[in-house]
């Protein structure tokens, strides 16, 4: 089974500033991928990135990048140079790569809100 | 390329009446997924269909929530009789296949409200 755990409270950025969401996660699968995705207020979740377990580097995508530590079982999302935009929900995710049902599982969440 | 689709966007129902739900995949994708999502929560996963054959029901409320896929392409979510605790956003997502990066695609969702 996997589990994600996103602990922080609501998080406050103050525009133009970077801010690091934090998501620590449990599985005994070998091989999985971990996401990051975004949901506004108008409630659609949006992709944001995508880190595999075996991948030497970390994910970088625009502003957004991930900060894998494997070993310490950890995929903090960076996010640069904060945007008003950026406010909203963001949620970590895991899915295994083997098995015939490889079902995305969610963390609780984290509020973001940048500050002008 | 259009997007997951969902209506309605918004429901309220009273308890023990019946509720329906619609999504219409991205053209093309073979599996998709129905999430619950309660308020403060992260989603949870309902069902998942490959092509019009159920993957993963191990998290539905058979007792009272039933979902098909007929021709693999659209799907309708149904509870049947609602309860206060179904209030949720029901979220759609679909994909073009089932491997681990297989990016899902949302639905703009449907926010049902049992009163």
């Known amino acids: 089974a996997q589990k994600i755990t996103q602990t922080q409270p609501g998080m406050f950025v103050q525009e133009k500033e970077a801010v690091t969401l934090d998501c620590t996660y449990d599985?005994?699968?070998?091989?999985?991928?971990l996401f990051w995705y975004k949901q506004p207020s108008s409630g659609e979740m949006i992709f944001l990135i995508y880190?595999?377990?075996?991948?030497?580097q970390n994910a970088t995508e625009g502003r957004y990048s991930l900060n894998f530590q494997k070993a310490r079982k950890s995929a903090n999302l960076v996010i640069s140079a904060s945007q008003l935009g950026d406010s909203a929900m963001y949620f970590c995710?895991?899915?295994?790569?083997?098995?015939?049902?490889?079902?995305?599982?969610f963390g609780k969440g984290i509020t973001l809100s940048v500050r002008p | 390329e259009a997007g997951v689709a969902q209506s309605p966007r918004y429901k309220i129902i009273e308890k023990r009446q019946s509720v329906a739900f619609w999504c219409n995949p991205i053209?093309?994708?073979?599996?998709l997924y129905w999430y619950q999502q309660i308020l403060g929560q992260g989603p949870k996963l309902l069902i998942q269909?490959?092509?019009?054959?159920?993957?993963?029901d191990s998290q539905l409320p058979k007792d009272r929530f039933s979902a098909e896929r007929l021709k693999g392409v659209d799907s309708t979510l149904k509870i049947q009789p609602a309860k206060l605790e179904d209030s949720a956003v029901y979220l759609c997502?679909?994909?073009?296949?089932?491997?681990?990066?297989?990016?899902?695609?949302f639905g703009p969702g449907t926010r049902l409200t049992v009163l």
């Open positions: 997502a679909s994909t073009p296949g089932r491997g681990a990066y297989n990016e899902q695609f």
């Open positions: 599985t005994s699968d070998p091989s999985y991928g």
């Open positions: 880190q595999g377990s075996y991948d030497q």
């Open positions: 995710a895991m899915r295994p790569e083997t098995g015939a049902n490889s079902k995305l599982t």
């Open positions: 053209s093309g994708h073979a599996t």
């Open positions: 269909f490959q092509n019009n054959g159920v993957v993963d």
